[in-house]
């Protein structure tokens, strides 16, 4: 089965697009054919992280208004001819896209592609109900403060408690968290939670862990994909997806023992 991913978070701006366009690129130079999903209705960005964004012409709701063809709706990146996007409406508003409709696109596009990367708006609205019935992978991103990881920890249990209620022969949703924008020094200087701390306290297995680096605002700059970028943020990108491949690849450690304020850890 065409694995669907959806990059998710509770609190917003915490870096689900440019992890979204990294993994859909990271996945399309291995050689696989991926469509890379715009599900921010209204606040779109894809199309220019991509540099994509004189290429779109019609959207996924000109498809579901019959206005377009899926095939005038899908972006093949000429950069990287195994990448195609579909952005969502600039203008609609999210409750405007149907469930039966959305259903049927998604299953249209696992026929197609090998992969299906959505990126998803932040919280726990009409959008991420959509995608909760369509995705076998959840990556819920967040970053390593108490109200991000508060609401990182809602949308874990959202996560959990819609996917094992899916019928069919899916089964539950597979979980992964990112934690984003770590600063070994603020971690040192209990500014910041150790990412592993945050992980245990959500539950939720750790694909892997971004520093903060001036090499994202720099790769965003140049509409190039941290993924391709250089240095320590390109091999954690690399090694996040290896790691949602399912390849085995050792987290390093950034461990500190301490406790989170105010949230008592599971054990
Ligand atoms: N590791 C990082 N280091 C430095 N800056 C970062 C890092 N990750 C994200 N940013 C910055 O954070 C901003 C938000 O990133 P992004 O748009 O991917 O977040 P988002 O979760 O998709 O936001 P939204 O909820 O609005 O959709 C970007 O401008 C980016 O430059
Ligand atoms: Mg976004």
């Known amino acids: 089965m065409t694995p669907v991913w959806a990059v998710v978070s ?7 697009s440019i992890i979204a366009v990294s993994l859909a690129v990271g996945l399309a130079s291995r050689g696989h054919r991926v469509v890379l999903m715009d599900m921010d209705t209204g606040l779109r960005n894809l199309d220019l992280m991509l540099g994509l964004e004189n290429r779109v012409l019609f959207d996924l709701v000109d498809v579901m ?20 996007l579909l952005s969502t409406s600039q203008i609609a508003v999210p409750s405007a896209i149907a469930a039966t409709f959305f259903k049927r696109l998604v299953n249209m596009l696992r026929t197609r592609f090998a992969y299906v990367i959505i990126d998803c708006p932040s919280g726990v609205g009409h959008t991420f109900t959509l995608c909760m019935d369509v995705i076998t992978d959840a990556i819920v991103v967040t970053t390593s403060d108490d109200i991000a990881i508060r609401d990182a920890d809602r949308v874990v249990g959202m996560i959990r408690s819609r996917g094992a209620e899916r019928p069919g022969e899916e089964g539950p949703t597979r979980l992964h968290l990112i934690i984003n924008r770590i600063r070994p020094d603020w ?14 306290t959500i539950d939720a297995p ?18 190039r994909p941290i993924i391709e970028g250089d240095g320590k943020t390109w091999e954690t990108m690399d090694a ?16 500190g023992e301490r406790r989170l304020f105010g949230k008592r850890r599971r054990q």
Not at 187 to 200: F, N, T
């Open 187 to 200: 971690v040192a200087r209990r500014m910041q939670y150790p990412p592993e701390v945050v992980a245990r």
């Open 206 to 223: 750790l694909a892997g862990a971004l520093l903060e680096d001036d090499e994202v605002p720099r790769c965003l700059i140049a509409r």
């Open 10 to 16: 509770g609190k917003g701006g915490v870096g689900k």
């Open 65 to 84: 208004d019959e206005h377009a063809t899926l095939e005038q709706a899908l972006v093949v990146d000429k950069q990287r001819p195994n990448l195609s």
């Open 240 to 255: 996040i997806l290896r790691r949602l491949m399912g390849e085995n690849i050792p987290l390093p450690s950034m461990m």
